[in-house]
């Protein structure tokens, strides 16, 4: 028997978005990021679906054994790199490109003798995460061209705030990555989503598009509709029993919601534990049988309780999106608190296998 609420995945949409992303980045190349199962949605799958990628992104190399596993052919960014001998030399057995932040991976390259493998020099511009400091870069950058296994550096950053484009760490970011760029003829990659749509004059050889291949926005402030995005998840359940309540009944855990009216309320057979936020809030849109309505009241392990007042002939087994074509992800996310990264890695177990 399987449960009854569902993520299901429109691999169109997800190819639909990847050619948005080359529409708006029509000179660089574009790996697309695939970390943490496509956010939920099925790495290898994702990665079958797209076929005309130019490479892929993992954050760690597990991940990208398993897509060589799958024969996935394209170049492989491993984000988090290796961090022993051993991992480096999968690195180079499976022709991965790590992305070196840390001495201590650039002494593992200068000890190992074998194999050859290109790699990603990261700098940190100001995210304050991964990345040798831009003052460091005199010292580490040589030593890493010098690495007899190292066939091809690019030089790679990675934005703090790029969802907000005014926000002036960007346009700093940018001045220090390309002042350190230098004269350097070598391949760049500084990208992701919000900034491939936010700064089209700096997308470089390689930009990494994660969220807006899901059909998600990137940008705070702006729906993904108006960004010519799909939504890619639809995440979905039933109605298991219909309520007819009187004006004053509470509903839900903390008797937080009380019926302004005599209304029917219905109970749906998805929580927390499916993957849907605790957190969001009455009022958050869902929709039955195309009809938008909203949640009411706190959030269980496994049902929720919708409005069924200005919907009409609402039965138990009907359908309710939580999110997909009719509610976005982007609207469930912000009356949860969340961003729709966390809803869709968390929505993964849904997905029909
Ligand atoms: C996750 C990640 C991306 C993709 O970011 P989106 O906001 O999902 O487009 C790009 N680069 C790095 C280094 C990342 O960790």
Redesign the pocket.
């Known amino acids: 028997m399987r449960r009854t609420a569902r993520a299901i995945i429109n691999h169109d949409a997800l190819v639909h978005n990847f050619n948005r992303v080359k529409q708006l980045a029509p000179k660089s190349r574009a790996m697309a990021?695939i970390?943490a199962d496509a956010?939920g949605h099925g790495m290898v799958q994702t990665a079958k679906t797209l076929q005309q990628a130019d490479g892929f992104?993992v954050?760690c190399l597990k991940e990208a054994l398993l897509l060589r596993e799958a024969e996935v052919q394209q170049p492989i960014t491993v984000?988090q790199g290796f961090h022993s001998a051993e991992e480096l030399q999968q690195a180079i057995k499976y022709q991965l490109r790590p992305v070196i932040y840390q001495p201590h991976q650039i002494e593992l390259l200068e000890q190992n003798a074998q194999g050859e493998l290109s790699v990603w020099f990261k700098v940190d511009t100001g995210m304050g995460r991964?990345g040798f400091r831009p003052e460091e870069v005199n010292e580490y950058w040589p030593r890493l061209e010098r690495c007899q296994s190292v066939r091809q550096t690019g030089l790679?950053s990675?934005f703090a705030n790029?969802?907000q484009p005014q926000h002036n760490s960007n346009q700093q970011q940018i001045d220090r990555f390309q002042q350190l760029l230098g004269q350097l003829k070598i391949e760049t990659s500084l990208s992701?989503?919000?900034a491939i749509i936010a700064f089209p004059d700096i997308q470089g050889d390689w930009v990494?598009?994660?969220?807006?291949l899901y059909g998600s926005s990137?940008i705070i402030n702006r729906s993904a509709e108006e960004l010519g995005l799909q939504p890619v998840m639809r995440l979905e359940s039933e109605i298991i029993a219909i309520n007819h309540l009187k004006k004053g009944d509470a509903v839900g855990y903390g008797s937080e919601w009380l019926c302004p009216e005599d209304m029917a309320v219905a109970v749906v057979a998805i929580g927390y534990g499916d993957g849907y936020p605790r957190h969001a809030a009455s009022g958050t849109p869902v929709a039955v049988n195309q009809q938008r309505t909203q949640l009411i009241g706190r959030v269980s392990m496994d049902m929720i309780t919708i409005d069924l007042r200005n919907t009409e002939q609402v039965k138990v087994g009907d359908t309710v999106e939580l999110w997909g074509e009719q509610v976005s992800i982007d609207e469930v996310a912000a009356s949860s608190e969340t961003i729709a990264?966390e809803l869709l890695c968390k929505a993964a177990g849904c997905r029909q296998l």
């Open positions: 990021v970390k956010y992104a954050a984000f991964l790679m990675h790029a969802d992701n989503s919000a990494r598009p994660g969220i807006m990137p990264y």
